[in-house]
């Protein structure tokens, strides 16, 4: 089943989009001053508007903002031409090349920190969480031919993202968990992730160093705890506190979850730093008739520790300033889409599923020439007319 946002952000207002313009604008433009005509927080402004309209690629930025009418364009402050008196947008070219010259991890913490600022709700009866898992980007490769793995940071109760990065190619998400996480405040907060994450140092950084706490899920990466979570949670229902039931019914199937659980105690063998409490998760899966076809349980453990000492405002979360952060060289960035490859009957794919690299170019067809000389050579040539009056031309009958 789809997971729904619980605290959907609040529609966007006049002031929301002016305070989105006044952070584009504390951008550092990476652009020489002389012969600037846009302005870099109109460039970001039209980029992101687009993209929330669906477009996906540069060309479609730039046809967006082509098409984009004159009360859009003047609420993203663009450029007005004096001469025909009317605004102009950016060209597709001058968008491109802004965009690719910027900091992709600024831009990513400029976003975020709006984005935080804008879900951002009064105070709530559970403490915020905020999810860590990362996807592979499709259609993003590197020039070393692999695909661009991103690691997020994602809020529960809105499902929008707080932080972000890129993940090398050489590493795993294990240690760029801590530094995803540095531009966030944690204290208090619920931090949950996979299986991958399930590690005794990323515990005692989270708990020790932040002041959160974390739900980790325990799978065969770790099978000592996973087979200590399975005896804590093995016996008759009534050995346990009771059990909540949550039902779900649509997408053509029924689904049943029946939660455990079951404290820490010392007879449990469970060493895990700062491990409180194990739950386990029974999901039955049937069809729309309720006979139940299928079954997966779930093990996962979590810390819930003592409230953070310092005060949080109204329970958000928010990353640090810009002022703060250490200063970002404008050189690196990261791979963006640029919509599909020119020319794709040029290039073949091979099969298993890399993009195609120029030894798999297809050659092109030799083509001889003698097929023209030859329809030439037998191709009967027209005979002269002349100015005999038996000579008849017989013209196209008009439509």
Same mark, same amino acid.
């Given at each position: 089943?789809?997971?729904?946002s619980?605290?959907?952000?609040?529609?966007?207002?006049?002031?929301? =989009?002016?305070?989105l313009?006044?952070?584009?604008?504390?951008?550092?433009?990476?652009?020489?001053p002389? $012969?600037?005509?846009?302005?870099?927080?109109?460039?970001?402004?039209?980029?992101?508007?687009?993209?929330?309209? $669906?477009? %996906?690629?540069?060309?479609?930025?730039?046809?967006?903002?082509? *098409?984009?009418?004159?009360?859009?364009?003047?609420?993203?402050?663009?450029?007005?031409?004096?001469?025909?008196?009317?605004?102009?947008?950016?060209?597709?070219?001058?968008?491109?090349?802004?965009?690719?010259?910027?900091?992709?991890?600024?831009l990513?913490?400029?976003?975020?920190?709006?984005?935080?600022?804008? =879900?951002?709700?009064?105070?709530?009866?559970?403490?915020?969480?905020?999810?860590?898992?990362?996807?592979?980007?499709?259609?993003?490769?590197?020039?070393?031919?692999?695909?661009?793995?991103?690691?997020?940071?994602?809020?529960?109760?809105?499902?929008?993202?707080?932080?972000?990065?890129?993940?090398?190619?050489?590493?795993?998400?294990?240690?760029?968990?801590?530094?995803?996480?540095?531009?966030?405040?944690?204290?208090?907060?619920?931090?949950?992730?996979?299986?991958?994450?399930?590690? /005794?140092?990323?515990?005692?950084?989270?708990?020790?160093?932040?002041?959160?706490?974390?739900?980790?899920?325990?799978?065969?990466?770790?099978?000592?705890?996973?087979?200590? =979570?399975?005896?804590?949670?093995?016996?008759?229902?009534?050995a346990?506190?009771?059990?909540?039931?949550?039902?779900d019914?649509?997408?053509?199937?029924?689904e049943?979850?029946?939660?455990?659980?079951?404290?820490?105690?010392?007879?449990?063998?469970?060493?895990?730093?700062?491990?409180?409490?194990?739950?386990?998760v029974?999901? *039955?899966?049937?069809?729309?008739?309720?006979?139940r076809t %299928?079954?997966?349980?779930?093990?996962?453990?979590?810390?819930?520790?003592?409230?953070?000492?310092?005060?949080?405002?109204?329970g958000?979360?928010h990353?640090?300033?810009?002022?703060? /952060?250490?200063?970002?060289?404008?050189?690196?960035?990261?791979?963006?889409?640029?919509?599909p490859?020119?020319?794709?009957?040029?290039?073949?794919?091979?099969?298993?599923?890399?993009?195609?690299?120029? /030894?798999?170019?297809?050659?092109?067809?030799?083509?001889?020439?003698?097929?023209?000389?030859?329809?030439?050579?037998?191709?009967?040539r027209?005979?002269?007319?002349?100015?005999?009056?038996?000579?008849h031309?017989?013209?196209?009958?008009?439509?």
């Amino acid at each position: 089943m789809p997971v729904q946002s619980v605290t959907p952000c609040p529609p966007l207002t006049e002031q929301s =989009c002016t305070d989105l313009l006044a952070r584009f604008a504390a951008v550092p433009d990476p652009r020489r001053p002389r $012969g600037i005509r846009h302005q870099v927080q109109t460039i970001l402004a039209i980029a992101a508007a687009a993209v929330v309209g $669906g477009a %996906r690629s540069f060309a479609a930025i730039g046809e967006w903002a082509t *098409d984009a009418p004159q009360w859009v364009l003047a609420v993203l402050v663009a450029r007005q031409d004096h001469m025909h008196g009317h605004l102009v947008a950016p060209h597709e070219a001058t968008l491109r090349r802004t965009i690719q010259a910027f900091d992709a991890e600024l831009l990513d913490a400029v976003i975020s920190w709006w984005l935080a600022e804008q =879900c951002a709700t009064g105070s709530r009866a559970t403490l915020p969480a905020v999810a860590a898992d990362g996807k592979t980007v499709r259609g993003a490769w590197r020039p070393d031919g692999t695909q661009v793995h991103l690691l997020s940071a994602i809020s529960h109760d809105a499902g929008v993202v707080l932080a972000q990065r890129e993940i090398a190619a050489k590493t795993n998400e294990i240690p760029e968990l801590a530094p995803l996480l540095a531009e966030l405040d944690l204290a208090g907060v619920v931090v949950t992730a996979d299986a991958l994450h399930t590690q /005794r140092a990323t515990a005692e950084h989270l708990v020790g160093d932040r002041g959160a706490h974390y739900v980790l899920t325990v799978k065969g990466n770790q099978p000592t705890l996973f087979a200590a =979570c399975q005896r804590a949670l093995s016996g008759p229902a009534s050995a346990f506190a009771p059990e909540h039931i949550g039902t779900d019914r649509g997408h053509g199937r029924t689904e049943q979850r029946t939660t455990r659980t079951a404290p820490v105690t010392a007879k449990c063998a469970i060493s895990f730093p700062h491990a409180a409490q194990v739950f386990r998760v029974r999901r *039955d899966v049937g069809g729309l008739d309720g006979q139940r076809t %299928r079954k997966e349980i779930a093990y996962s453990h979590h810390q819930p520790g003592r409230r953070a000492s310092r005060r949080r405002t109204a329970g958000r979360l928010h990353p640090r300033p810009l002022a703060d /952060r250490e200063p970002t060289a404008l050189g690196t960035r990261r791979h963006l889409r640029r919509g599909p490859i020119p020319g794709p009957h040029r290039l073949r794919a091979t099969g298993d599923g890399q993009p195609a690299q120029p /030894r798999h170019q297809r050659p092109a067809p030799e083509r001889s020439h003698q097929h023209r000389l030859r329809h030439t050579l037998d191709r009967p040539r027209p005979s002269k007319i002349t100015a005999n009056p038996r000579h008849h031309v017989t013209l196209p009958r008009s439509w």
